[in-house]
T-cell receptor, first 113, second 112 residues
């Protein structure tokens, strides 16, 4: 059973398009995250939601908009895609925003042409 | 602002060797430190989490230590195997929302 799942696994699209990445966790956690891993493999947090409320919002362009319909889901919508958005995006979850163990999804590799 | 450093970026060892992977962080006010493993094209697998009040954690052939005062953590891998080949990342949890700050990882290759 997959604990944290993401769809799609791969996403290839043209500049200027709008795309979404979906994330679901079946661990019963109440906190979910989005991370970006760039071409140099550097992993940085983008957003965090606790009980559907945004608690971390790093300096991410407002073209990126997370949406949490419920505690088990955190989707990432990206408008007007740019070449620099090409990266691997990871979703993660934890029980509470407290400093506890985070569990990661398999990642979505986004390529913007 | 927390910064996490992992040096070297890559390491190659023969099978059976005991090895130590280093991680350093600039802000000692951490809540915990977590070690992850990432296989090529895959997600992150949590290996060990050390709370700020702990000195070490063990899981099988892995042992992670934490020294907050010096801003360092080490991951010890005993009797390394080719299957241990992967990238190992450490991440420190700091700040009001326990944000994880990652190092760039150490890519380990264990030669048969």
């Amino acid at each position: 059973d997959t604990a944290v799942s993401q769809t799609p696994k791969y996403l290839v699209t043209q500049m200027g398009n709008d795309k979404s990445i979906k994330c679901e966790q079946n661990l019963g956690h109440d906190t979910m995250y989005w991370y970006k891993q760039d071409s140099k493999k550097f992993l940085k947090i983008m957003f965090s939601y606790n009980n559907k409320e945004l608690i971390i919002n790093e300096t991410v362009p407002n073209r990126f908009s997370p949406k949490s319909p419920d505690k088990a889901h955190l989707n990432l919508h990206i408008n007007s895609l740019e070449l620099g958005d090409s990266a691997v995006y990871f979703c993660a979850s934890s029980q509470g925003p407290q400093p506890v163990e985070q569990f990661f999804g398999p990642g979505t590799r986004l390529t913007v042409l | 602002k927390q910064e996490v450093t992992q040096i070297p970026a890559a390491l190659s060892v023969p099978e059976g060797e005991n090895l130590v992977l280093n991680c350093s962080f600039t802000d000692s006010a951490i809540y915990n430190l977590q070690w992850f493993r990432q296989d090529p094209g895959k997600g992150l697998t949590s290996l060990l989490l050390i709370q700020s009040s702990q000195r070490e954690q063990t899981s099988g052939r892995l042992n992670a230590s934490l020294d907050k005062s010096s801003g360092r953590s080490t991951l010890y891998i005993a009797a390394s195997q080719p299957g241990d080949s992967a990238t190992y990342l450490c991440a420190a949890s700091t700040g009001a929302n326990s944000k994880l700050t990652f190092g760039k990882g150490i890519t380990l290759s264990v030669r048969p």
